[in-house]
């Protein structure tokens, strides 16, 4: 089936680095991806829809300018946590739109712990 | 989406079926019901979905009551690594989905 892929699984970072994780969509090209975190013991969150070739747009209280979404290609978006503090440590997954009817699969998950 | 609801949490025996309900009450015509399943630290794992009709796969069965209000994922045979928190969303072709509590699924030897 269709597969996902993220880069990296997971990444420690000092408080105030910022973190690029990468989504790929490998099975076919995604006009649109969708950024969803998830804090221990909780569901999934959607964060953010990235559009190729345009802005993402953002969930109400996820802030735009300290995730940053750049969506380069029709098989890549990237996802950039600027200026980490504890609180961004999160599970950060991605899943590409499927095409009307298809399956819809997700990313591993990359882990983020910001010390 | 349509907001979905499952029960917090169920128990199977292993090789057992496992039954696992979900209402959406509120699902309108072109949203199909999606189960997706998460085992610890990993991303969400597609189980199956359906829009009207029963659907059945190597994993499970999907079984939509005529109403479309509500379904159950069936597992046939639960094992040890079926053990999960599973959800149930209901998405339309913009596949914007929203997850809600899940059913953690904590199969028993």
């Known amino acids: 089936g269709a597969v996902v892929s993220q880069h990296p699984s997971w990444v420690i970072c000092k408080s105030g680095t910022s973190v690029k994780i990468e989504c790929r969509s490998l099975d076919f090209q995604a006009t649109t991806m969708f950024w969803y975190r998830q804090f221990p013991k909780q569901s999934l969150m959607l964060m953010a829809t990235s559009n190729e070739g345009s802005k993402a747009t953002y969930e109400q209280g996820v802030e735009k300018d300290k995730f940053l979404i750049n969506h380069a290609s029709l098989t890549l978006s990237t996802l950039t946590v600027t200026s980490a503090h504890p609180e961004d440590s999160s599970f950060y997954i991605c899943t590409p739109r499927a095409p009307h009817g298809e399956t819809q699969y997700f990313g591993p998950g990359t882990r983020l712990l910001v010390l | 989406d349509a907001k979905t609801t499952q029960p917090t949490s169920m128990d199977c025996a292993e090789g057992r079926a496992a039954n696992l309900p979900c209402n959406h009450s509120t699902i309108s015509g072109n949203e199909y019901v999606y189960w997706y399943r998460q085992i610890h630290s990993q991303g969400p794992q597609y189980i199956i979905h359906g829009l009207k009709n029963n659907e059945t796969n190597e994993m499970a069965s999907l079984i939509i009551t005529e109403d479309r209000k509500s379904s159950t994922l069936i597992l046939p045979h639960a094992t040890l690594r079926d053990t999960a928190v599973y959800y149930c969303?209901?998405?339309?072709?913009?596949?914007?989905?929203?997850f809600g509590a899940g059913t953690r699924l904590t199969v028993k030897p």
């Open positions: 969303i209901a998405a339309d072709n913009n596949n914007d989905m929203r």
